[in-house]
Nanobody, 123 residues
Framework: QGQLVASGGGSVQAGGSLRLSCSTSESIYRTTWLGWFRQAPGKAREGVASINPVDNRYVSDTVKGRFTISRDNAANTVYLQMNNLQPDDTAMYFC?????????????????WGQGTRVTVSS
């Protein structure tokens, strides 16, 4: 778990923005799909977005058009820019990494799983 360091959660009103960051080691950064899951109370874990070393991206339909995932190769860091946040986006957001994209589709669990950062959106 210590190989993925997440930050950037917080509380905003609906329509606001937050940016999450996930930093990791160079070996993980350059060899995996790196991104975010979220889990709200009473709901199943959801793959939100992920990006691979050649900038292929996955973004869940539930956040497409509002959330953007990007990479900073100099910092071994992935960012999730979350705009137009809504109360349904309230959840614990977890950074994760895996050699394949399937976990973001709900198939298996990522090999690397970071600590969560809480996002709370009020109406």
């Amino acid at each position: 778990q210590g190989q993925l360091v997440a930050s950037g959660g917080g509380s905003v009103q609906a329509g606001g923005s937050l940016r999450l960051s996930c930093s990791t080691s160079e070996s993980i950064y350059r060899t995996t799909w790196l991104g975010w899951f979220r889990q709200a109370p009473g709901k199943a874990r959801e793959g939100v977005a992920s990006i691979n070393p050649v900038d292929n991206r996955y973004v869940s339909d539930t956040v497409k058009g509002r959330f953007t995932i990007s990479r900073d190769n100099a910092a071994n860091t992935v960012y999730l820019q979350m705009n137009n946040l809504q109360p349904d986006d309230t959840a614990m957001y977890f950074c994760a990494a895996d050699g394949v994209l399937q976990p973001w589709y709900g198939i298996g669990r990522p090999n690397y799983w970071g600590q969560g950062t809480r996002v709370t959106v009020s109406s």
